[in-house]
């Protein structure tokens, strides 16, 4: 479901626990003082009853790669990577969300997080200048990193010409585009819709292989949006078209 090693640090009561639903839990550190809470205990119990190794500590910030870990931090088997293919066929129709070398760890978490919220479960991600799913990615995402499958590409570029030869129409998403995403018709469709860096944007040839640059319309006083932001208001658009011709 997302790239080899990809999940293997997980902080956070939400993360944690979904990762622990998810069977994938091989050690988890637990703070003294927190484990009498409700919702941290079920999650200890829960771990420790699949065979995770549990370790109680004074403070798991000593193991903890992110600031705030809400005294659990869990070491975890590995998802899996999946492929374009896949990624294809696990709707109908396709829905994708392509990161053109999303740089913030937070920002992936949150655009995972909304993308799965919006029943868009298909991502597809660089393995070069990226953010990696690290723990603080994983933590933003609150456990929806469980609910993805995930590609990884050597090439967004080439990603995107891949996924033209499986069918699948590709938007990229660039503020001085004259198309908004808003009403979309090709989101009807299998799509990709693809968000750039923050800061760069869409890369040079990502933009000239993407079959359709739309952008998404601003009425007030700034310059952009958070590239997560951008993410989840495609994939909010993409359910709002689709659910839209399911009631026509």
Request: charged share 20%; hydrophobic share 50%; aromatic share 2%.
């Amino acid at each position: 479901m997302a790239p080899a090693g990809i999940g293997a640090e997980v902080e956070g009561i939400h993360a944690v626990a979904a990762a622990v639903a998810a069977g994938r839990v091989r050690e988890l550190w637990v703070e003294a003082g927190r484990r009498r809470r409700p919702e941290v205990a079920d999650v200890v119990t829960a771990a420790a009853a699949g065979g995770a190794e549990i370790h109680e500590v004074d403070d798991v910030t000593v193991v903890a790669a992110t600031s705030a870990p809400q005294g659990l931090v869990a070491r975890c088997r590995p998802i899996r990577p999946s492929d374009l293919d896949t990624l294809v066929e696990r709707s109908t129709p396709a829905a994708l969300l392509v990161l053109d070398h999303v740089g913030d760890p937070q920002n992936l978490g949150a655009a995972v997080r909304s993308a799965v919220a919006a029943g868009v479960t298909s991502l597809v991600v660089p393995t070069r200048r990226a953010a990696p799913f690290s723990a603080a990615a994983c933590k933003a995402a609150a456990g929806a990193l469980e609910h993805v499958a995930v590609a990884l590409v050597s090439s967004v570029a080439e990603g995107v010409r891949r996924l033209g030869r499986l069918g699948v129409w590709t938007v990229g998403l660039d503020l001085d585009a004259d198309r908004s995403l808003f009403g979309l018709e090709v989101l009807s469709e299998p799509v990709a819709v693809v968000v750039g860096a923050e800061g760069e944007g869409l890369g040079r040839l990502v933009r000239d292989r993407v079959d359709v640059v739309a952008s998404i319309p601003l009425y007030g006083p700034v310059e952009s949006l958070n590239a997560s932001v951008a993410a989840a208001l495609a994939c909010y658009e993409i359910r709002r078209v689709r659910l839209g011709e399911a009631l026509a």
